[in-house]
């Protein structure tokens, strides 16, 4: 949590004491105020690669794990702010597990979820939670139904029309702690979940979309907000924003997408603690719609491939899963070999077309000005 506000100075002097190295270590950190969180650590972590090689590999490691999460890329799951309070949830977002709690306290929590289009015969939205059918008025994830309206919507100004047509059927996860497998254990109410359920809802859907481009959600952005069926967002309560904001502060997180209605309060509360905290670089990103997070390449980012690496990273994906079938896994690892070595399909063409001359080289082609290669690289003589 240090590196993370910029206290260089604190956080390597931690470390060198697990290090066993707490003599000698610099107290001059001036010359990182202008850099970002990241990079300030990175820099420190440099200087002591040759001289304290202990120190090193243990800010090595903690730059290892913050560059791997900065990084990150997903379908299906999104950063959300909450709340936890113990008077009964009345001006919360969760409540906790145990009574007794009565201090404002931010969480961080991920949203987990799996989209997919009904059949034809649906006539509504179907919304899972923790494995269980929840309706429109349920007094958390019941806001989802607007936040699949909201998307359908989108899709309808768009060339996906099949999703605008269609009904949605959605489950969803709160995993705890942003580790894989540990679900959270806290009773979830309030509406700021709307935006993150709209995202993960928008990216799920483009996932079958075979595409050299592919749209994910950043892992270093968090999201607070609720979403109304026509896209525009619900400001989140005024007298939890502080600590959402404040919890946002002391993590990896590099990005708050909030309502534009939060923006002021959010602002201010962010100023007090960057008096203290200076180097922190938290990024505010507001809107009012949507479709402005959808657009915005900061938040939902695209991974640009050929279609031959895009067809392999799909073979390698679908590897990994249990439940692939073994003829699917063959066709994709054939279509990706005839497309990086196209001279290795049986329906390559090795009847020469024409022949052209390189200096003293020929090189045939076939009909396709593709390379035969048969005679490629023999000397001509003149």
Request: proline share 4%; charged share 25%.
């Amino acid at each position: 949590m240090l590196f993370y506000v910029g206290c260089v100075e604190e956080g390597v002097k931690l470390c060198a004491k697990l290090a066993g190295e707490a003599n000698a270590i610099p107290n001059e950190y001036s010359d990182l105020d202008n850099l970002s969180e990241l990079n300030a650590l990175r820099i420190a972590c440099d200087r002591f690669k040759d001289k304290r090689p202990s120190l090193y590999n243990i800010l090595k490691d903690i730059l290892n794990a913050w560059e791997g999460e900065r990084e990150t890329l997903s379908h299906e799951w999104a950063n959300c702010l909450f709340v936890e309070k113990g008077d009964h949830g009345r001006l919360t977002s969760v409540i906790p597990a145990k009574e007794g709690i009565h201090k404002h306290r931010g969480r961080l929590r991920v949203l987990q979820g799996r989209v997919e289009l009904f059949g034809k015969s649906a006539t509504t939205d179907e919304i899972t939670f923790a494995n269980q059918i929840v309706k429109p008025d349920d007094r958390f994830i019941g806001v989802a139904y607007d936040s699949l309206e909201a998307v359908r919507q989108v899709f309808k100004a768009s060339s996906f029309k099949d999703k605008a047509s269609a009904f949605y059927h959605a489950h969803f996860s709160i995993r705890a702690g942003g580790a894989p497998g540990r679900d959270s254990t806290h009773t979830f109410t309030g509406d700021s979940i709307g935006l993150a359920v709209g995202l993960v809802t928008y990216t799920q859907l483009l996932k079958p979309e075979i595409m050299r481009q592919e749209r994910f959600i950043a892992s270093d952005v968090a999201f607070t907000g609720g979403v109304s069926p026509d896209g525009a967002f619900i400001p989140v309560n005024k007298e939890t924003l502080s600590v959402k904001v404040e919890r946002a502060f002391f993590s990896p997180i590099k990005y708050l997408v909030l309502p534009e209605g939060n923006l002021i309060a959010a602002k201010e509360h962010l100023e007090r603690l960057k008096k203290r905290y200076n180097r922190r670089h938290l990024r505010l990103v507001p809107a009012e719609r949507l479709t402005e997070v959808i657009e915005n390449h900061n938040v939902i980012r695209a991974e640009k491939v050929c279609m031959g690496e895009f067809v392999v990273r799909k073979a390698y994906r679908y590897s990994r899963m249990t439940k692939v079938q073994v003829p699917l896994l063959v066709a994709l690892l054939l279509v990706a070999l005839a497309i990086l070595f196209p001279k290795w399909t049986p329906w390559f063409d090795w009847h020469i077309a024409r022949i052209e001359v390189i200096g003293n080289r020929f090189r045939t082609l076939n009909a396709d000005g593709r390379e035969n290669g048969r005679s490629s690289g023999l000397p001509l003589d003149i």
